[in-house]
């Protein structure tokens, strides 16, 4: 991610999940925050979703 326009395209990818209620990207750390349901997403499904939008994912628990 390089600027926040990045940082968009990626929160909405993620807060077009279904089980996402919130996500923050910023782009100069490179981190999501993200708050979801584990009970309708995985952290896979929330890095599948940042790849398809055009960028690596690594999911790490918090
Ligand atoms: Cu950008």
Redesign the pocket.
């Known amino acids: ?7 968009e ?1 990626v929160r909405g990818a993620l807060q077009g999940l279904g089980g996402v209620t919130e996500a923050k990207v910023d ?1 100069a750390s490179g981190f999501a925050d993200v708050t979801y349901d584990p009970a309708k997403v995985t952290s896979a499904d929330l890095a599948a979703a940042v790849e398809k939008a055009g960028f690596g994912a690594r999911p790490q628990e918090a």
Request: hydrophobic share 20%; proline share 0%.
């Open positions: 991610m390089k600027c926040d326009g990045c940082a395209t782009h």
